[in-house]
C-alpha cells in the first residue's frame, strides 16, 4: 500500500515507475556504447534515489516554498535523482550527450561543475529532465569526483569540527584541484592507448 499523505500525494507510484524507466534505459545506453567504442562500458556504476517524505519537506522550508505537491514535483525538479559514476573524464559528456539524444527525454536544465567549478571544488555535471511528466535530476561524475564528494557531504553534515573547520575545508580543496588533474591524465593515458592499437586481441605467444 502506498500512503497518500506524504508531500508527492498518490504521485509515488509513477516516481518509482519513472525511476525504474530510467535506470533501464541508461543500462540499453550503456550496453550500446560498450558495444560501439574501444573504450567499453562509459558507466561504473548508477546510484537512484527518490527524495524522503522528510527530506523533500526539509528543502521546501529551506526555500521558503509551501510543503505540497506542486513544490516536491515542480519547483524542486529532484524528487527523482540519478547518480552516473564514470571511470573516466570523456565518458561524463559521452553518457551525458546521450541521454539528450533520447527522444523521450527532455533537457530542462544543465549546469557544467566540471568546466566551471565550484569555489570549494566540488566538479559534477548536472542535467535536469522530463520524463513521462516528471523532473529527474542526473549527476554525473568521475569515481574520483564522486569520492570527494562523499568527503565534502561528510563535513557538510558532521556536527562539532569548527576547530579544524578551515583547515579541513583548505584541504578538501586542494584534493579536489589535485584530483581533477589526475582526472585529467588519466583520460590522456586512456587516450594514448587506445590511439596506439585497433583494441584487437595480442598476439600468441611463440
Same mark, same amino acid.
Given at each position: 500500500?502506498? $500512503?497518500?499523505?506524504? =508531500?508527492?500525494? %498518490?504521485?509515488l507510484?509513477? /516516481?518509482?515507475?519513472?525511476? +525504474?524507466?530510467?535506470?533501464? @534505459? &541508461?543500462?540499453?545506453?550503456?550496453?550500446?556504447?560498450?558495444?560501439?567504442?574501444?573504450?567499453?562500458?562509459?558507466?561504473?556504476?548508477?546510484?537512484?534515489?527518490?527524495?524522503?517524505?522528510?527530506?523533500?519537506?526539509?528543502?521546501? $522550508?529551506?526555500?521558503? =516554498?509551501?510543503? %505540497?505537491?506542486?513544490s516536491? /514535483?515542480e519547483?524542486?525538479? +529532484?524528487?527523482?535523482?540519478? @547518480? &552516473?559514476?564514470?571511470?573516466?573524464?570523456?565518458?561524463?559528456?559521452?553518457?551525458?550527450?546521450?541521454?539528450?539524444?533520447?527522444?523521450d527525454?527532455?533537457?530542462?536544465?544543465?549546469?557544467?561543475?566540471?568546466?566551471?567549478?565550484?569555489?570549494?571544488?566540488?566538479?559534477?555535471?548536472?542535467?535536469?529532465?522530463?520524463?513521462?511528466?516528471l523532473?529527474?535530476?542526473?549527476?554525473? @561524475?568521475?569515481?574520483?569526483?564522486?569520492?570527494?564528494?562523499?568527503?565534502?557531504?561528510?563535513?557538510?553534515?558532521?556536527?562539532?569540527?569548527?576547530?579544524?573547520?578551515?583547515?579541513?575545508?583548505?584541504?578538501?580543496?586542494?584534493?579536489?584541484?589535485?584530483?581533477?588533474?589526475?582526472?585529467?591524465?588519466?583520460?590522456?593515458?586512456?587516450?594514448?592507448i587506445?590511439?596506439?592499437?585497433?583494441?584487437?586481441?595480442?598476439?600468441?605467444?611463440?
Open positions: 500500500m502506498y $500512503r497518500s499523505d506524504t =508531500i508527492y500525494g %498518490n504521485h507510484p509513477e /516516481l518509482e515507475e519513472t525511476m +525504474d524507466f530510467v535506470l533501464r @534505459r &541508461i543500462d540499453a545506453i550503456r550496453k550500446q556504447l560498450a558495444g560501439s567504442s574501444q573504450q567499453g562500458d562509459p558507466v561504473d556504476h548508477v546510484l537512484s534515489r527518490i527524495k524522503t517524505d522528510a527530506s523533500m519537506r526539509e528543502k521546501c $522550508r529551506r526555500k521558503g =516554498i509551501p510543503e %505540497n505537491e506542486h516536491a /514535483l519547483i524542486c525538479q +529532484d524528487a527523482i535523482g540519478i @547518480r &552516473i559514476i564514470c571511470p573516466f573524464l570523456n565518458d561524463v559528456y559521452t553518457i551525458a550527450n546521450a541521454l539528450k539524444a533520447q527522444p527525454f527532455e533537457s530542462v536544465e544543465e549546469k557544467d561543475y566540471i568546466r566551471h567549478v565550484k569555489p570549494n571544488g566540488y566538479r559534477s555535471l548536472h542535467i535536469i529532465m522530463r520524463i513521462h511528466g523532473f529527474v535530476e542526473f549527476q554525473i @561524475r568521475t569515481i574520483s569526483m564522486d569520492t570527494w564528494a562523499a568527503l565534502e557531504h561528510l563535513m557538510t553534515y558532521k556536527q562539532n569540527i569548527s576547530g579544524n573547520e578551515k583547515l579541513i575545508v583548505s584541504e578538501l580543496k586542494r584534493c579536489a584541484d589535485e584530483l581533477a588533474s589526475t582526472d585529467v591524465s588519466m583520460q590522456t593515458i586512456r587516450d594514448m587506445t590511439a596506439e592499437g585497433d583494441g584487437g586481441e595480442p598476439p600468441a605467444e611463440k
